[in-house]
């Protein structure tokens, strides 16, 4: 295993996190180290003990949990869920650009430098398109 090697955990209301994996899966191909949680029919405990569950499960990876809103439920569980883990980290604002990066970079940076690099990648998508 790779030390920069990370797990992605998408969460997001309704089927947006699987859609987005579906996507990107799509794109490149099957992903077998990223997750889709939606909030449906989960209580924040039960959310909270899937996430803490991945991560477990991943001990030797570093953590990135990407959240659709920030602020709302799906956000504030993430949070609560990663307390006490060094190596995890919750990125708001999920879109594809975002994800596919992630996918496509994984392993090839720093997990501090990727989630910079996600974050920028994130900000640089949403623009205005002149015709």
Avoid: W
Wanted: charged share 25%.
């Amino acid at each position: 295993m790779n030390e920069n090697d990370a797990i992605g955990i998408i969460v997001t209301h309704g089927d947006l996190a699987r859609e987005l994996l579906n996507t990107v899966e799509t794109i490149v191909g099957k992903v077998d180290f990223c997750y889709a949680i939606s909030n449906a029919d989960l209580s924040d405990d039960a959310m909270i003990a899937r996430i803490r569950k991945i991560i477990d499960e991943h001990r030797e990876s570093y953590a990135i949990l990407f959240v659709d809103y920030f602020g709302g439920s799906c956000s504030m569980s993430c949070s609560r869920a990663v307390k006490g883990y060094e190596k995890a980290v919750v990125i708001s604002g999920i879109n594809l650009p975002i994800l596919l990066d992630f996918v496509t970079k994984r392993g090839t940076m720093k997990p501090e430098e990727i989630v910079r690099n996600l974050i920028r990648r994130g900000q640089e998508s949403v623009r205005v398109i002149d015709p």
